[in-house]
Nanobody
Framework: VQLQASGGGLVQAGGSLRLSCAQS????????KGWFRQAPGKEREFVAA????????YYADSVKGRFTISKDGAKNTMYLQMNSLKPEDTAVYYC????????????????????WGQGTLVTVSS
């Protein structure tokens, strides 16, 4: 399994970006996929996840109402639409896959992820 993240960049506060995470190979319906981020000097933290089979989503409180996670099963690709970006959203964003999990359960499994993408840098200027 290879996860390829893209879409990061530099944006002003209040702006928007859309991240993509494409996967080679098949995604099983019992899989959760999501996004984590790591800011300089901080630990990696959960952002959002989607249960691949049901489409249910789960978000960190810090991004709820601003970020939207979605999936395209036909393309085996996951997206993270980020609106109303803040400087504190600046981080390297990693897509991840956890088999046999739900979106909500994935939020607490940062140390037990099965597959990680390479990360894409999001910088929000004030």
């Amino acid at each position: 399994v290879q996860l390829q993240a893209s879409g990061g960049g530099l944006v002003q506060a209040g702006g928007s970006l859309r991240l993509s995470c494409a996967q080679s190979g098949r995604t099983f319906s019992s899989t959760a996929k999501g996004w984590f981020r790591q800011a300089p000097g901080k630990e990696r933290e959960f952002v959002a996840a989607v249960s691949w089979g049901t489409g249910r989503t789960y978000y960190a409180d810090s991004v709820k109402g601003r970020f939207t996670i979605s999936k395209d099963g036909a393309k085996n690709t996951m997206y993270l639409q980020m609106n109303s970006l803040k400087p504190e959203d600046t981080a390297v964003y990693y897509c991840a896959e956890k088999r046999g999990s739900t979106a909500q359960a994935m939020s607490g499994m940062g140390r037990h992820i099965d597959y990680w993408g390479q990360g894409t840098l999001v910088t929000v200027s004030s």
